[in-house]
């Protein structure tokens, strides 16, 4: 097959995903998911916080980490945003074991969402009932948890090494600051993007299917964030028609974009599928 055989196929297999996304009013649907989030953010922290901080990490260790973590997914994230959030987590109050469930409960949310966006982009005609549903945004909490916690132990692991390096002829501190920076968190992100898409849907989802779209996905996610993060700094001008307010917006917007990418991903793996199955058949 040519050069321009291929390109020409890859760009109908675009314009078929973003045919399909309209088609399935993948931005009313974005809105949703982003309306969840949101929501679902400090429950999120404060579940991270309540686990976590309590058996295997100090208070101030996790909400390093939840800080990393929020400066990181979200470009040009102001810092009253950023501290304001984390005071609401410092600073919180939760009621013994009927509260962590309360927390489990209401960080769910944005998992449910997702399973409702994903049954319309898969044309789902049965889901999978609510307790087989819940039961599967559980998990899906669960892994996130452990997802970070790793996260977590390797950062920490990697800054030890970084500070206490052995004797060596090679400089390793530019490497490790780098990997910190960059790999550890495309990783993290690219194993996250695999969970959605691979356990989520309510059909089987191949794994070459699932890891094929979560590295072109986690790409254009991490590309999609430095432009944004570009825009933002040097064109953008939400203070002038949003004044006090234009930090908020701006987290919004970006939740909204993310939430784009994710369904758009959805798409792509709707159609990877389907022509894996037009080509055994």
């Known amino acids: 097959m040519s050069g321009k055989?291929?390109?020409?196929?890859?760009?109908?297999?675009?314009?078929?995903?973003l045919k399909k996304f309209d088609g399935d009013h993948g931005f009313f649907l974005s809105a949703g998911i982003t309306f969840n989030l949101i929501i679902c953010l400090i429950p999120l922290s404060l579940l991270l916080l309540s686990l976590v901080g309590t058996y295997l990490y100090s208070d101030k260790e996790v909400l390093t980490h939840i800080r990393r973590y929020l400066e990181g997914v979200a470009p040009a994230l102001d810092p009253r945003i950023m501290k304001n959030l984390l005071g609401i987590i410092q600073s919180r109050k939760i009621a013994g074991l009927l509260g962590i469930i309360g927390l489990i409960w209401t960080s769910t949310w944005v998992f449910s969402s997702l399973r409702t966006a994903f049954n319309i982009i898969f044309q789902v005609k049965k889901g999978?009932?609510?307790?087989?549903?819940?039961?599967?945004?559980?998990?899906?909490?669960?892994?996130?948890?452990?997802?970070?916690?790793?996260?977590?132990?390797?950062?920490?692991?990697?800054?030890?090494?970084?500070?206490?390096?052995?004797?060596?002829?090679?400089?390793?501190?530019?490497?490790?600051?780098?990997?910190?920076?960059?790999?550890?968190?495309?990783?993290?992100?690219?194993?996250?993007?695999?969970?959605?898409?691979?356990?989520?849907?309510?059909?089987?989802?191949?794994?070459?299917?699932?890891?094929?779209?979560?590295?072109?996905?986690?790409?254009?996610?991490?590309?999609?964030?430095?432009?944004?993060?570009?825009?933002?700094?040097?064109?953008?001008?939400?203070?002038?028609?949003?004044?006090?307010?234009?930090?908020?917006?701006?987290?919004?917007?970006w939740v909204y974009y993310s939430s784009v990418i994710v369904l758009l991903g959805g798409e792509t793996v709707l159609l990877l599928e389907k022509g894996r199955e037009k080509g055994n058949g």
Request: glycine share 8%; proline share 3%; charged share 15%.
């Open 5 to 17: 055989s291929k390109i020409s196929r890859r760009f109908k297999f675009l314009w078929a995903v």
């Open 128 to 253: 999978r009932g609510i307790f087989h549903g819940k039961a599967i945004d559980l998990l899906m909490i669960g892994l996130a948890g452990i997802s970070h916690l790793a996260s977590m132990g390797l950062t920490s692991l990697m800054t030890y090494t970084q500070r206490y390096q052995f004797k060596s002829p090679l400089d390793l501190g530019p490497i490790f600051g780098l990997l910190l920076k960059y790999l550890l968190p495309f990783l993290f992100t690219f194993w996250m993007f695999f969970l959605i898409y691979k356990i989520i849907p309510s059909r089987k989802i191949h794994y070459r299917t699932a890891l094929q779209t979560a590295f072109f996905i986690s790409l254009f996610w991490e590309i999609a964030k430095q432009l944004f993060g570009w825009y933002v700094f040097n064109i953008g001008r939400f203070s002038m028609v949003y004044g006090s307010l234009s930090a908020l917006i701006i987290f919004f917007l």
